[in-house]
């Protein structure tokens, strides 16, 4: 059984920084392009960006607005994708979500994580 | 403000067919690398069409994808209660290298 799990969520105030972590089972990871997708709080879905595999390069795209603060890694020895999140603002606030959907197009890998809840506020 | 244009709400009855569109420039349609994911409320969205109109497996016949010049759509056929949900079109945009989502829809089954 696939499953995407990510931690790291937190309340975090204005200007600071988050890592959050998404650990992947059930699947060769290692051959996986994974994807960060966020929904802010009664709005609708946003892509945040994509990292290869490492086969692949392991390189990384970012929406364009936010390629300047959030960074997208991986740890393949430990199945797992990192979402590392700078210079946080209040508009940051939302579910962030890991998945394997929106990587490649027409692919059609839908696994997706329960999200995780990031808080920007004073 | 999205990129990617959908109505903010759509309805039907039971039994009904209903179409949700989705438009864009011709760049970013035109690729025909569009998908549509439906979510419920407090879960995470489900991928039910991709490549424009195929759909993956144990995705119903119902729900079907197609383009009309820059504007894509989304069918539901056969209109079930539990249909009722959110809607969002996402385009891969090949100049960005990035992902673009509509702003979503909300299908109301009356």
């Known amino acids: 059984e696939v499953r995407l799990v990510e931690s790291g969520g937190d309340l975090v105030k204005p200007g600071g920084s988050l890592r959050l972590s998404c650990a992947a089972s059930?699947?060769?990871?290692?051959?996986?392009?994974m994807s960060w997708v966020r929904q802010a709080p009664g709005k609708g879905l946003e892509w945040v960006g994509r990292?290869?595999?490492?086969?692949?390069?392991?390189?990384?795209d970012y929406a364009a607005h936010l390629i300047d603060r959030f960074i997208i890694s991986r740890d393949d020895s430990k199945s797992t994708v990192f979402l590392q999140m700078n210079s946080l603002k209040t508009e940051d606030t939302a579910v962030y979500y890991c998945?394997?959907?929106?990587?490649?197009?027409?692919?059609?890998?839908?696994?997706w994580g329960q999200g995780s809840l990031v808080t920007v506020s004073s | 403000q999205s990129v990617l244009t959908q109505p903010p709400s759509a309805s039907g009855t039971p039994g009904q067919r209903v179409t949700i569109s989705c438009s864009g420039g011709?760049?970013?349609?035109?690729?025909?690398?569009i998908n549509w994911y439906q979510q419920f409320p407090g879960t995470a969205p489900k991928l039910i069409i991709y490549?424009?109109?195929e759909r993956p497996s144990g995705v119903p016949d119902r729900f079907s994808g197609s383009k009309s010049g820059t504007s894509a759509s989304l069918a539901i056929s056969g209109l079930q209660s539990d249909d009722e949900s959110d809607y969002y079109c996402?385009?891969?945009?090949?100049?960005?290298?990035?992902?673009?989502f509509g702003g979503g829809t909300k299908l109301t089954v009356l």
């Open positions: 011709s760049s970013i349609i035109g690729s025909n690398t």
């Open positions: 998945t394997s959907s929106l990587v490649i197009p027409g692919a059609h890998n839908d696994y």
């Open positions: 490549n424009l109109n």
């Open positions: 059930g699947f060769t990871f290692t051959n996986a392009w």
């Open positions: 996402a385009a891969y945009d090949y100049n960005l290298n990035e992902w673009l």
């Open positions: 990292i290869k595999s490492k086969p692949d390069g392991a390189a990384t």
